[in-house]
């Protein structure tokens, strides 16, 4: 409990530095918002205009499919806001600068996290939140205490996911020289989860259900608020497996940190 | 002439030292292209054709425009800004070399990786392992010429949000509103047919669309005449010419207010 606090006091003193240093660029911080903001309404335009020619997609509405969207900006925000600093590792990692990181008797995953934190991520829990609640009115779903309580957790473990499979496609620079397509092509998968998983078939839904769970990110968690009626038993699962996936990523973290060695100069 | 044809191999080789690089890149695309198929595939689960595109003519439009995607990113942006925090700007603005062509010399070495490396095997393969077989046209005659059109287009905006960056510190923002403006507006995410005609006439005066949709629509819209094509590359070169020359003209400008930091 002590070292937990610590943790926290450490991170607030980490991240306000980071802060302050930012707050030079205001017009930067403004435009990256709008921007961060133009992507999101960007793809639900895509919906707009696909549901423009069709009913619906493999049985889901339009609204249902806007719920899924928005649960999906909401369990990226955690990454969007903490471990926005992922992004700059093959950067640190080859250009020798990621040493700083061993030389404080802090956790070294903590400690490289906190260095940044990506403000501009409030779009996300803005739109994410707006969407939810314009997409359930539209659906007619009923909240109460219980439901936003269960939507935390769902959230909580979904978030895990996310922040997980794109650690693990980072760390692919601790053995890789030139590893951005591997985060490239991390993230065109995530893109993919905000659909519903039964557009796939065979293969493709047991990987992205069992092996890169996008499923987790927001399909199966969301079905819990969409239809609770008939609530798939894999949904049941999803704390188990965020935390399973995020235990996963820290081992792969460790491994890659463990033998790096450094550009010698 | 010359130094900018080095130039232009020096950064091919450079692409090519990422081997790892260019052949995940290469699995990535094909992956998406299969993902492409199954999200098409149930987008046309109960029906024929969409907005007079059939699912085969739908299905190559967008995956091929994920192999445009790689061809025309051009990078240029990003480089221009990370010249400018480096500092390297000086040496290359110190070179008896026109700055805009000096820009794009760079990046056509990457396009001539990506064109052979991944545009090409991803377009391949799709037209081998999912069968996507469609009617060509002679539009398939103009195709070339159009992706190179496309590419200029793409980097004279790249060219013109880079010199942003001699005004703002960062051009994350920018960038990424331009990329969002360029998928979404282009056709590259859903092909234009499918928007509302009001909005599909208003992007036809937009530059976007002369990246992806151009070229798309003369490959696979077969009805398309000789007359039809060129004058759809009519406007791609139209844009070329006006992009370019705006760039220019925004450098002159931007060039002044240049502040390098260090040295």
Known sequence: ?????????????????????????????????????????????????????IPDLVGWSFNEILFMYAFYLLSVVPLQLFFDHIWQLRFHVVEGTFIKYYLRPINIMFYYMSDMIDIKGWVKLALGVSMLIYASQRLG??????????????????????????????????????????????????????????????FFRFLFTYLIPIGFVAFYPSQLFLRPGEVPVLTYFSPVVGIGSFALAYFVWNRGVNQYTGTGS | MKSYV???????????????????????????????????????????????????????????????????????????????????????????????????????????FNVTMIALPSALV??????????????????????????????????????TSFYTESIWGISTTKEIITTLLSGALVPLQFFPDVAQRLLRFL????????????????????????????????????LFVLGRFFFTRASRVLTVSGG
């Open chain 1, 141 to 202: 779903l009923s909240w109460n205490l219980w439901r936003v309580f269960l939507l935390g957790i769902a959230l909580f473990s979904s978030s895990l996911v996310a922040i997980s499979i794109l650690t693990i496609a980072a760390c692919a620079t601790f053995w890789i020289i030139g590893s951005f397509p591997v985060m490239d092509l991390a993230i065109k998968i995530r893109d993919f989860s905000p659909y519903p998983m039964t557009i796939f078939d065979g």
């Open chain 2, 207 to 242: 530059p976007f669309q002369a990246i992806y949709h151009v070229p798309l629509t003369v490959l696979t819209s077969p009805d398309l005449g000789v007359k039809d094509c060129a004058a759809l590359l009519g406007t791609q070169a139209a844009w070329v010419l006006i």
């Open chain 1, 1 to 53: 409990m002590r070292s937990l606090l610590r943790y926290a006091r450490l991170y607030l003193l980490i991240t306000s530095q980071y802060v302050k240093s930012r707050m030079q660029y205001r017009a930067d911080f403004l435009i990256s918002s709008v921007g961060m903001a133009f992507s999101s309404v960007a793809t639900v335009l895509v919906f707009w205009v696909l549901f423009r020619s």
């Open chain 2, 6 to 112: 080095a130039l232009a191999r020096s950064s091919y080789m450079a692409a090519m030292m990422y081997r790892f690089s260019f052949s995940f890149t290469l699995i990535g695309n094909l992956l998406y292209i299969a993902l492409l198929y199954y999200l098409w595939g149930s987008i046309y689960r109960d029906v024929e054709t969409i907005r007079g595109m059939s699912f085969n003519q739908a299905f190559v439009y967008v995956a091929l425009a994920g192999a445009i995607f790689t061809m025309v990113k051009t990078w240029a942006d990003w480089e221009i800004s990370y010249h400018i925090r480096s500092g390297a700007i000086i040496m290359d603005l110190i070179k008896p070399l026109d700055f805009q062509l000096y820009a794009l010399s760079r990046t056509v070495g990457f396009l001539f």
């Open chain 2, 126 to 163: 799709l037209f081998l392992l999912f069968g996507a077989n469609i009617e060509v046209g002679v539009g398939l005659l103009f195709l070339p010429a159009a992706l190179v059109l496309a590419f200029l287009v793409s980097f004279a905006i790249d060219y013109i949000i880079g010199l």
